[in-house]
């Protein structure tokens, strides 16, 4: 009998992250893989697309729960996934990262005795403000198999008290996709179609409610980036909820009417890869990004006061910005003199066999 898997993707960076396990899952005969897409995001942009250019298989179910408020969402994923379960059991519910859809299904997978395998675990910001945060601790603490990306993580397991023989650093599957795709999207050159050069622009992208849903220091980041626009061009893909606040605020129309400012839709994968592995600096509120620039070398300056990923500040590209305007104009000058040293090394277990390592842990349990 085959270990049947629930693997759950719901949110644009679940799908990177899944791809790398359906991507070699062929070389695991007693295992069976099931895709559950919970519809927590659903436009093309954001989910589709990922779909088709990651070659990940139609999903057996999609939930189609959509947008609303965390509590509704994540109620929604629950019943959904409960029902699915109710119909056809798994033995294991493997979930990914820290968005609503993880740990709504681990939560319904755990009440119902389902092993919990959690993908990228034991990752703390220390900030509860992060509804991410939040849903990190939740599932930790609910999983039985955690799978760890960086050393931080198994060190603040360990901290919470979980049992050594559940924790496992495998290293980063997210970065198992962009290995496997790296030649494809350099190949692409979309900067091209931006009318921008090699390593001559900045790629833009930010979406998290502590920086697009207060409308004082959404005005500042717009500020900094009319500011950026005088030293470089500037490639914005602007997610759906930055979007509205932008236009909300009024903001949208001053960042349009900037000529070094082009503004995108959220790009697919490869067209993402390929914007940020040849851009001189990235600027970011996202935590895969903040991976991503680390092993591709590009430095990334993060619009956050904290990372669940601190691996990406020692030994990556990034630093952390916050709102000292100061520091973000001090790193792109270093940047724009070839001084800002940072990530020479490369970092352990962010090989492209962190998918193999997941599933080999799986195959013998
Ligand atoms: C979610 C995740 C966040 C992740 C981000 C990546 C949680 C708590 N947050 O945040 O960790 O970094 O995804 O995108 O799970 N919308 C669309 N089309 C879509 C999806 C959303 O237009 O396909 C719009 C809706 O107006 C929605 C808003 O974007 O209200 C936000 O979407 P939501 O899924 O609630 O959260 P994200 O901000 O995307």
Known sequence: MKLQIDVIAGARPNFMKVAALFAIAGKFPSLKLRLI????????TMSGVFLKELGLPKPVCNLGVGSSSHATQTAQVMTGYEQWVNENRPDVCLVVGDVNSTVA???VAAKMQIVVA??????RSFDRTMPEELNRIVTDSLSDLLFVNEPSGVKNLMKEGVE????????NVMIDTLLSQLEDAKKQAKYVEFGLESRQYAFVTFHRPSNVDNSIILLEIVDQL?????VMPILFSVHPRTRRQLQNNKLYEVLEASSNIHLAEPLSYTDALSMTANAKVVVTDSGGLQEETSVLKVPCLTLRDNTERPITIDEGTNTLIASDWILFRKKIEEIEEGVYLKGVSNIQLWDGLAAKRILIVLDGI
């Open 37 to 44: 897409h919970t519809g927590q995001h659903y436009d093309e």
């Open 105 to 107: 299904c681990a939560l």
């Open 118 to 123: 959690h993908v990228e675990a034991g990752l």
């Open 164 to 171: 050594s023989s559940k924790v496992h650093l495998v290293g």
């Open 226 to 230: 009319l500011w950026l626009s005088n």
